[in-house]
């Protein structure tokens, strides 16, 4: 198994709502990350975990809330968002921990929200 | 800071012809790592190849070769043999080897390949 699997693939949601993306992959990879590509734009990274412990935070705003419950899988809590946070939201993941350069990254096909 | 610059936005190749696009990076560091990513319509990035900068030799991946010119700060891809499954929008992408992480990568703002049969 090489992917990388998000739920939803797509999610509809008011600024007061709490939602919640998933991102699985089972091929032992210890690095996993999120990034937000807005239309037409390339992806930016917002958070890495590495070993399940949250190593990087892009300067990104509370109402995104990272978890990394286990080494397979990889969360993002939504809580009211605004209308400029609809994007995709792609996940990644990595063999190696962070530490390690040039590693291939392993993205899933992300999550397209709309925040109304 | 480092940059990376993909100056053409869109470009157009008929299949089984060749194709070459450009980027070019800015770094002040000698040690670092250059992908291609592809992202078709299907939304996911897939990784297409990669390059050692301490590399000289050319990074090539079947049908996808890179010219990597250090002193230039150029890494250009080029496509043989163009098919139809290539159409997609291509992102350079930078990651320095020391400090930040694997995942920080820094992309160009992505070329648009169309595919013509």
């Known amino acids: 198994d090489t992917e990388v699997t998000q739920t939803p693939k797509h999610l509809v949601m008011g600024m007061t709502n709490k939602k919640s993306l998933k991102c699985e992959q089972h091929?032992?990879?210890?690095?996993m990350y999120w990034y937000k590509q807005k239309a037409k734009k390339p992806p930016e990274l917002m958070f890495v975990?590495?070993?399940?412990?949250?190593?990087i935070n892009e300067s990104v705003p509370s109402r995104f809330s990272p978890e990394c419950p286990n080494s397979s899988l990889l969360n993002l809590h939504l809580h009211a968002l605004q209308p400029e946070d609809s994007a995709l939201y792609l996940c990644?993941?990595?063999?190696?921990?962070?530490?390690?350069?040039?590693?291939?990254?392993?993205f899933g096909s992300g999550t397209q929200l709309s925040v109304l | 800071a480092q940059t990376v610059t993909q100056s053409q936005p869109e470009m157009s190749v008929q299949e089984a012809e060749t194709v070459t696009l450009s980027c070019t990076y800015d770094t002040s560091e000698s040690d670092y790592y250059l992908f291609w990513y592809k992202q078709p319509p299907s939304r996911q990035m897939i990784l297409v190849i990669r390059?050692?900068?301490?590399?000289?030799q050319n990074a090539t991946e079947n049908r996808f070769s890179v010219n990597f010119q250090k002193a230039a700060k150029s890494f250009s891809l080029k496509i043989s043999d163009s098919q139809l499954g290539d159409a997609a929008m291509y992102f350079c992408a930078y990651n320095r080897v020391h400090g930040g992480s694997q995942g920080n990568l820094i992309f160009g703002k992505g070329t648009k390949l169309s595919v013509k049969p």
């Open positions: 390059q050692e900068a301490y590399k000289q």
């Open positions: 990644a993941s990595s063999q190696a921990p962070t530490g390690v350069r040039g590693e291939k990254l392993f």
């Open positions: 091929m032992g990879h210890r690095a």
């Open positions: 975990y590495s070993y399940e412990k949250l190593s």
